[in-house]
Nanobody, 116 residues
Framework: QVQLVESGGGLVQAGDALRLSCTAS????????TAWHRQVPGKQRELLAA???????TYADSVKGRFTISRDNPKNTVYLQMNSLEPEDTAVYYC??????????WGLGTQVTVSS
């Protein structure tokens, strides 16, 4: 059974940084593409960053230059380093992974709240 478990969310102030982690189990991690998304209540889920199984990273314009996705294959973990956080970054953050597209499997999410 595939499981993705996010951690690292919390309450921070504007300008602070956070690093989210997502640890996978039941999956051949070196073969999957990974991604981070976020969702604000009442809005569509937003793709923030993706990293292919070969390590190629792409970013949404809204976070480019502030967020960095990385992965540690021996630890089956993908990270999202978030710098210069803004109140508009408040959302539930989800990781996702998949062998063909990075949306086959999803975590339950972790809340990030940025106060002004």
């Amino acid at each position: 059974q595939v499981q993705l478990v996010e951690s690292g969310g919390g309450l921070v102030q504007a300008g602070d940084a956070l690093r989210l982690s997502c640890t996978a189990s039941g999956i051949v991690f070196t073969m999957v593409h990974t991604a981070w998304h976020r969702q604000v209540p009442g809005k569509q889920r937003e793709l923030l960053a993706a990293m292919s199984s070969t390590g190629r990273a792409t970013y949404a314009d809204s976070v480019k230059g502030r967020f960095t996705i990385s992965r540690d294959n021996p630890k089956n973990t993908v990270y999202l380093q978030m710098n210069s956080l803004e109140p508009e970054d408040t959302a539930v953050y989800y990781c996702a992974a998949g062998y063909f597209v990075a949306s086959e499997y999803w975590g339950l999410g972790t809340q990030v709240t940025v106060s002004s």
